[in-house]
């Protein structure tokens, strides 16, 4: 299941800028703005391919030496190389190349809303913390999920920065999904552990760290064996390594990317987005004698229709024969036109027929529309040109502010129902003081993520602002 979408591609996904030298990727790297490496290494554990984008970067570009081992390097717009003498193994010549492989906005997004929904989904584990190591503890064969306060585990004092280990008990090649809350935190250094032994690689490909609240992650040199989903957070980390997938908002620092992309099964929680919008409109009618019955389908997007200025489309068949109708405001029609019908009567447009085989017919500058006896079939397929260039993408960052802004309600509403719980049934003040720290700074991180939001919303505007 392909759960972090293009990103499960990639050993480096970041969703804003990325900085490093004398370190490397084992494998393929995403970067949303501006790649600045030194002596950087990228690729050495793939097959060679001239065709594969194993660097693909949407904003600035300044590479001085290091290996692109066995792909190309990509750039969105080539007159935002600064620097590249990068070598690439591949052969293809020259590097840079212009393209633009990943929809950035649309995958960015995807990443936000599923590390947002993933941190809502219910514990089925449990986090002890025994002489300063965690140990997350699941039965499940399938899908084990952990919620933990990264600054104070299982109300112990220590936070993820502080553990001297920590040991995931449950079932071998089950998901291990570790949702874990604080705007600040960091991996310390310690050794991780499946079921008691030094955990590998392999392990890691199952496992997941979700911090969805976090925007700073310290240096430390913990190797962390599971991939990382920190969507607002900026990694500057230490001298270690990742077994696994890292997904942040910045990544600074000498950490080493180890290419063991993620193979467990988490739940779908995000619609898909689409950028292209297309719709078509099929009837097939069969006319025996003077009967007729007909069939009529119709599909219908946001930011196209069936004529040149509506929002919606609707399609209707009666008489002996078959009438397809589209209306507007001020226009029918079977596809694109100004005042067209193909039913009885209009004011530019003839339709006639006759009893055995029926035909109607409408003409205009660009269209017409057919229907005839025994087995006939009309199709109308408009693709209408969006009055603003940045529509369709506009649309996309709109509803997908709107999904989050959602999810941000149900955590509210989840916050709510936690402190009424608390002031209902803890008896201990101690313990009633911490679950309020803990809503507290969770609203804080809501606040700030509206922030965003809204700047979002702001931007977008902006990008539309002429149309």
């Known amino acids: 299941m392909n759960n972090f979408k293009i990103a499960n591609d990639f050993n480096i996904y970041v969703l804003n800028d990325h900085s490093q030298s004398n370190v490397d990727s084992e494998g393929r790297v995403a970067v949303t703005n501006n790649a600045t490496y030194s002596n950087y290494g990228i690729g050495n554990t793939l097959t060679s391919s001239t065709t594969r984008p194993d660097l693909v ?191 942040v908002y910045n990544l600074f620092g000498n950490i080493e990317a180890h290419n063991y992309p993620f193979i467990g099964s988490l739940p779908d929680v995000c619609s898909d987005t689409t950028e292209s919008t297309t719709s078509s409109s099929t009837t097939e009618s069969t006319t025996s004698s003077s009967t007729t019955e007909s069939t009529t389908s119709s599909s219908t997007t946001e930011s196209t229709t069936s004529s040149s200025t509506t ?20 226009t029918t029609s079977s596809s694109t036109t100004e005042s067209t019908t193909s039913s009885s009567t209009t004011e530019s447009t003839t339709s006639s027929s006759t009893t055995e085989s029926t035909t109607s017919s409408s003409t205009t500058e660009s269209t017409t529309s057919s229907s005839t006896t025994e087995s006939t079939t009309s199709t109308f397929s408009t693709t209408t040109e969006n009055p603003c260039a940045f529509y369709s993408a506009t649309n996309n960052i709109i509803n997908s502010v709107a999904k989050e802004q959602e999810a941000l309600a149900t955590i509210i509403s989840a916050e709510s129902e936690k402190i009424k719980f608390a002031t209902e049934n803890c008896k201990d003040c101690k313990e009633l003081i911490c679950i309020n720290n803990s809503v507290e700074s969770m609203l804080t991180t809501i606040t700030n993520l509206e922030i965003v939001l809204q700047n979002k919303i702001k931007n977008t505007k902006n990008m539309c602002k002429d149309c």
């Open 57 to 247: 970067v949407g904003g600035k570009m300044n590479i001085l030496s290091g290996t692109n081992f066995n792909g190309n390097s990509v750039i969105s717009d080539i007159n935002n190389v600064i620097n590249y003498t990068m070598t690439n193994n591949n052969g293809v010549l020259p590097q840079p190349i212009q393209d633009s492989p990943i929809d950035f906005n649309a995958q960015n997004e995807y990443l936000r809303c599923a590390s947002l929904n993933w941190s809502l989904l219910v514990p089925n584990g449990t986090a002890k913390v025994e002489y300063g190591g965690l140990t997350l503890t699941g039965n499940d064969p399938n899908l084990n999920i952990f919620s933990i306060n990264g600054n104070n585990i299982d109300n112990s004092g220590l936070g993820l920065a502080n553990l001297n280990k920590i040991d995931i008990v449950a079932p071998n090649n089950s998901t291990i999904l570790i949702n874990v809350a604080g705007t600040s935190l960091g991996f310390g250094s310690y050794g991780m552990f499946r079921n008691g032994i030094t955990a590998t690689g392999n392990d890691g490909q199952y496992i997941l760290f979700n911090l969805y609240e976090c925007t700073n992650i310290s240096a430390g040199t913990t190797s962390v064996k599971g991939g990382l989903l920190a969507p607002y957070a900026t990694y500057d980390s230490g001298y270690t390594n990742i077994e696994g997938t890292i997904m």
């Open 311 to 330: 929002e919606s489309t609707t399609s209707s068949s009666t008489t002996e024969s078959t009438t397809s109708s589209s209306t507007t405001e001020s």
